[in-house]
């Protein structure tokens, strides 16, 4: 069987599971809805007020857990303030102080603001969501992979497919090439929908525009595009090899696909913490040395990471982004080393191990 009669044949079985459509339909809604998330709460932010409290001069009453608030909005724009209450007076009121105060509160809402512009704008849209939805990729990824590879065994077809001619190599090849194709579509249409939403959301915000978008801003966008592609594959090769492993039983597509998930998750909300619990412990200084080489670490310093720091607001409940990453050509090369691994121990077991399908 040639390698184009076998890509057919995957494709007619991979179209029929709506799951997948499923899976790959809601990532792509996925990257349009961070972008009008960030355009509905610039909308909501946009029109309020500024409040803070007003600073008295040392010389006035002193009132524990007691604040008087201030419309800094108004204050700044000429307003006096017309009263506070008692024990205090307007004399009391330290008006340089709480001009400073006022406007140093209206430039973190303004810097707040300009975050969220920038996050439903091109091109800055197009990099967090693609950083955020590639997150999400991963699992589905995998299970994806799972689905495709494993279901042969629970099927009890491998056999039979492996009797019309195709070696295990090219067998699998086909299947985990279709699964990366099937991703790379997917994020395409997840590309054309953050570029939608962005410029929909742009126009209903009249008074904001889009950022430069010459040759180098097309050029950051297809590598993001690139790097979230690249970060789903070593989780491919990884359900690929457990798809195969435990092959043997009845239940071995569904651990296949709990375990690629769940380690996933489990490394992404828990490296992080455990960098920041043992940092300074000299029990365990080795830890930081080992997390430079861990998978699901590596991955969140190629998606959330710029150069080793992380990227500004890029935090997931302490987990990501609020420690040093490695660079991306560290990041890289360690993706690249559990791409080649765990796909080589992949297709050697399943070139190895016997087909005829699960038991017990």
């Known amino acids: ?10 494709w007619f079985k991979l179209r029929e599971r709506r799951i997948i459509w499923v899976l790959l ?5 996925f990257s349009s809805v961070m972008v009008v998330i960030r355009y509905a709460d610039y909308e909501f932010q946009k029109g309020r007020d500024v409040v803070d409290e007003v600073i008295f001069l040392p010389s006035a009453p002193v009132i524990d857990n007691f604040e008087v608030e201030l419309n800094c909005t108004e204050f700044l724009a000429g307003v006096p303030i017309a009263e506070v209450p008692p024990p205090y007076t307007l004399e009391d009121i330290d008006y340089p102080g709480t001009d400073r105060k006022c406007r140093q509160e209206l430039g973190e809402v303004r810097t707040r603001l300009d975050k969220l512009i920038d996050g439903f704008t091109m091109p800055g849209s197009v990099e967090k969501a693609l950083r955020w939805t590639g997150l999400i990729s991963i699992p589905i990824a995998a299970f994806l992979t799972v689905l495709v590879v494993g279901s042969e065994y629970g099927w009890g077809t491998l ?4 009797m019309k001619g195709p070696g295990r190599s090219r067998f699998l090849s086909v299947k985990l090439a279709l699964v990366a194709a099937a991703v790379a579509v997917a994020w395409l249409a997840a590309l054309a ?13 009249s008074e904001v525009s889009h950022g430069t978008m010459d040759a180098s801003a097309y050029g950051l966008i297809l590598r993001d595009v690139g790097r979230a592609w690249f970060a789903v594959l070593p989780y491919v090769a990884l359900a690929a090899l457990l798809s195969v492993l435990f092959s043997r039983w009845s239940s071995g597509t569904l651990a296949a ?24 412990v000299a029990a365990f200084r080795w830890f930081g040395s080992v ?20 990227i500004s607001g890029f935090a997931l409940a302490g987990a990501i982004g609020t420690a040093d990453y490695p660079s991306d050509l560290h990041s890289f090369l360690v993706q690249l080393f559990f791409i080649l691994i765990l796909g080589g121990l992949a297709f050697r ?8 399908g699960p038991s017990g």
Do not use: C, H, Q
Not at 197 to 204: D, K, N, R, Y
């Open 25 to 29: 339909i809601g990532m792509t809604l």
């Open 193 to 205: 929908a953050i570029i939608a939403s962005s410029l929909i959301t742009t126009a209903l915000a």
């Open 1 to 10: 069987m040639s390698w184009r009669t076998l890509a057919k044949w995957e």
């Open 257 to 280: 696909a709990a375990v690629s998930i769940g380690y996933f998750f489990f490394e992404l909300f828990s490296i992080g913490r455990l960098i920041k619990l043992f940092d300074g």
């Open 159 to 162: 056999r039979t497919a492996l």
């Open 349 to 356: 077991l399943f070139r190895r191990r016997d087909v005829t």
């Open 291 to 310: 997390a430079e080489y861990d998978l699901g670490w590596n991955t969140a310093a190629w998606l959330f990471g710029r150069g080793g720091s992380p």
